[in-house]
């Protein structure tokens, strides 16, 4: 059977097993597109490093924050063995497109969480939430001490978001903040993608099909002209 054809018919079984998973949000085509994405991406390696991963939020979501793609990585890596496999790929990409508001709640939580109760319970703690906001705003050249004013938003969120006071997020505390107030989400960067990279990505590996039926609208093609991002071949 000539390599061409064999590679299709593996794509096509992947992505038949995955689709079994209710998670996974996706047609068949659209799997099938990430699939052979992920080949692209890994350089036809079984899994996907950090660093290859980093570049697809990069030049795909427009990702620039370091702090924030290596804890995407590992929100993304859910055995924990420092790369990507095929599986949690498509998966990830579910939820991080696709999600409903309590699956991208527990995403953006494992983005954040990186300190722990014990080895099972992970927190967001002050610290972490300081760290990250640090690196989100912009100093101003009046502040004298911009550090002083990272210092009073950690303790406005905490204020908002500590339901029973500890100094630290739970995963309940925050889901139930994030049900209560969409809007903090992502309170602690940027982690999810913005409409627009949302919009040109899915377009990009959607079914021909389905793109001949919805037609193209101007803010597709206007999302669309900005990006470097190209169909799946």
Not at 21 to 37: P, T
Not at 97 to 105: F, I, N, P, Y
Not at 110 to 119: G, H, K, P, R, W
Not at 205 to 215: F, L, S, V
Request: aromatic share 6%; hydrophobic share 35%; proline share 4%.
């Amino acid at each position: 059977m000539p390599e061409n054809i064999q590679n299709k018919l593996n794509i096509s079984q992947i992505a038949d097993k995955l689709l079994k998973d209710a998670s996974v949000r996706f047609s068949k085509c659209e799997v099938e597109n990430l699939l052979k994405l992920f080949s692209k991406c890994s350089r036809d390696a079984e899994k996907m490093d950090r660093m290859r991963f980093r570049d697809v939020l990069h030049n795909m979501f427009e990702m620039t924050d370091d702090m924030l793609m290596d804890r995407t990585f590992k929100a993304f890596d859910r055995d924990n063995d420092s790369l990507i496999s095929k599986e949690e790929w498509v998966k990830g990409m579910s939820i991080y497109l696709k999600g409903s508001l309590e699956e991208q709640a527990k995403f953006c939580f494992d983005v954040y969480s990186m300190s722990a109760v014990n080895a099972t319970e992970s927190v967001i703690s002050r610290e972490d939430i300081h760290s990250m906001l640090k690196h989100c705003l912009v100093k101003q050249p009046t502040e004298e001490d911009p550090d002083e004013g990272v210092k009073d938003l950690v303790d406005l969120m905490l204020k908002k978001m500590d339901f029973d006071k500890d100094g630290r997020l739970s995963y309940e505390e925050y889901r139930r903040s994030v049900v209560e107030d969409p809007l903090l989400l992502e309170a602690f960067g940027p982690c999810l993608p913005c409409p627009k990279t949302r919009l040109v990505f899915l377009r990009s590996i959607e079914d021909p099909k389905m793109k001949k039926n919805n037609g193209n609208s101007g803010e597709v093609v206007a999302a669309a002209a900005e990006s470097k991002l190209r169909p799946v071949p």
